[in-house]
């Protein structure tokens, strides 16, 4: 069974944080079932049943404490019927072909990448997923194409100062062609966001503060020649 919602907003109307409202609009108006995987308060399915952007959802989690705060939230907005809870780690509660999407967000990259390691068979019959790092980037990018995924999208949710890249990745049937180093760096999708300089001049501003602390060895190299792209782009 597939929900008859088609998404038309590129950011629905919610509660959720410029953040999570973007993880939203990307899962699509084909999602039967959403599994959010790190539900922590269950923000996200909540929204999604709201919307009747899905039929139903699952919000795992590690934890027993963002689980029961979950549980809170989920009953507490009456969406406990097409609502379920499960404890462990990453796919771990999921039954393989399961969920038709699903979202990682929060949580640094090589996170991802291990619960993708851990999860591989699950996680790649989902139709797609939608993945949030709060740090290692260019590394998830890597390690993405290194595990067979095709990265099909990515966008940029602005919060102030801060910017947060989600990237929607589907699973592939061979080793997607790799990318330059430039563009694991930076994205391929981003240039025609709407904050897409000021999000360049964010990141080269904090690359320089890292330099001027005191960054050394392998980390200052790879600060600099970040720059010497970010710099390039903003001259684009």
Known sequence: MKTPYRLTESTPKTNLSARLAMVLSMIGGDCAVLADIGTDHAQLPVAAVHLNMVVRAIACDIAPGPLSQAVTGIYSSKMGDRITTRLGDGFDPLAEGEADVAVIA???????????????????????????????????????????????????????????????????????????????????????????????????????????????????????????????????
């Open 106 to 236: 929060g949580i640094g990259g090589l996170n991802i990448v291990g619960i993708l390691e851990r999860g591989s068979a699950k996680a790649k019959t989902a139709k797609r997923l939608i993945l949030q790092p709060q740090s290692d980037t260019m590394k998830l990018r890597k390690n993405l194409h290194r595990l067979g995924y095709f990265i099909a999208n990515e966008r940029l949710a602005r919060e102030g100062d801060r910017f947060y890249v989600i990237l929607m990745v589907t699973p592939s049937s061979g080793v997607p062609l790799p990318w330059t180093e430039r563009e694991y760096s930076l994205g391929r999708y981003l240039t025609n966001e709407t904050d897409w300089k000021d999000y360049l001049s964010a990141e080269i501003k904090r690359l320089e503060n890292y330099i001027t602390s005191g960054a050394n060895g392998e980390k200052r190299d790879e600060y600099e020649q970040r720059l010497v792209w970010l710099r390039e782009a903003m001259e684009e």
